[in-house]
């Protein structure tokens, strides 16, 4: 079983729609947790970034961290078609390990105008 | 200034040849990551660098993986005597202060070993 488990999609929703993205982890050691959206041929991109367990909101996007669940989640408000790409969650242990990054398998979202 | 870059975009191979993928990363930023995607999945660790020093290679598959920072800039991963499965995309991120900021993923370099 992988550390972190995200469902591949792909997930299609009409522009305006809210995108709903999840992961759930096993190992309870991460306390970082970042959202990486990934254009088709291109690298990750950071769009969310939250430590330990809350709430953050930045514009349109919203991050949900449940550490006593161990599920986190991303929410994307009155999605655009620009939004269809492949979004990975990331989490990692601590800074001081150098943040490396255990990444879930990524979602693909389409958004259709 | 230029995000990071990666080199060969696309490298075709026969197995067992040796294989040198190059990473330059964001200038002045200490950190660098390499990571190897799979078609449909994320990327998973390989290795990492702090300036020169690696400091942790408990990703790389087996010995056959190897990385290099000797200057604590560009960085090269070599993969000797390649098998089919190591066919991958191979993706360098690199980061400012030791690892504490956000990490920027280059475009990944596509090795198909034939």
């Known amino acids: 079983q992988k550390e972190v488990e995200q469902d591949p999609g792909p997930l299609s929703v009409p522009e305006g729609a809210i995108v709903s993205l999840n992961c759930t982890y096993s190992?309870?050691?991460?306390?970082?947790f970042m959202w990486y959206r990934q254009y088709s041929r291109k690298g990750p991109e950071l769009l969310m970034y939250?430590?330990?367990?809350g709430n953050k909101e930045d514009g349109r996007f919203t991050a949900q961290v449940d550490k006593s669940s161990k599920y986190i989640s991303l929410f994307i408000r009155d999605s655009q078609p620009s939004d269809s790409a492949t979004y990975l969650c990331a989490m990692s242990q601590t800074k001081a390990a150098g943040n490396k990054l255990t990444f879930g398998g990524g979602t693909r979202v389409l958004v259709k105008p | 200034g230029a995000g990071v870059s990666q080199s060969p975009r696309y490298k075709v191979t026969k197995r067992g040849q040796d294989v040198a993928l190059r990473c330059d990363p964001i200038s002045g930023h200490v950190s660098l990551y390499w990571y190897r995607q799979a078609l449909g999945q994320g990327p998973e660790f390989l290795t990492y660098f702090n300036y020169e020093a690696q400091q942790d290679k408990s990703g790389l598959p087996n010995d056959r993986f190897s990385a290099e920072r000797p200057e604590g800039s560009i960085s090269t991963l070599t993969i000797q005597r390649t098998e089919q499965r190591d066919s991958a995309m191979y993706r360098c991120?690199?980061?400012?202060?030791?690892?504490?900021?956000?990490?920027?993923f280059g475009p990944g370099t596509r090795l198909l070993v034939l």
């Open positions: 190992n309870s050691a991460f306390q970082y």
């Open positions: 991120a690199s980061s400012g202060n030791r690892g504490r900021e956000t990490q920027y």
């Open positions: 939250t430590y330990s367990s």
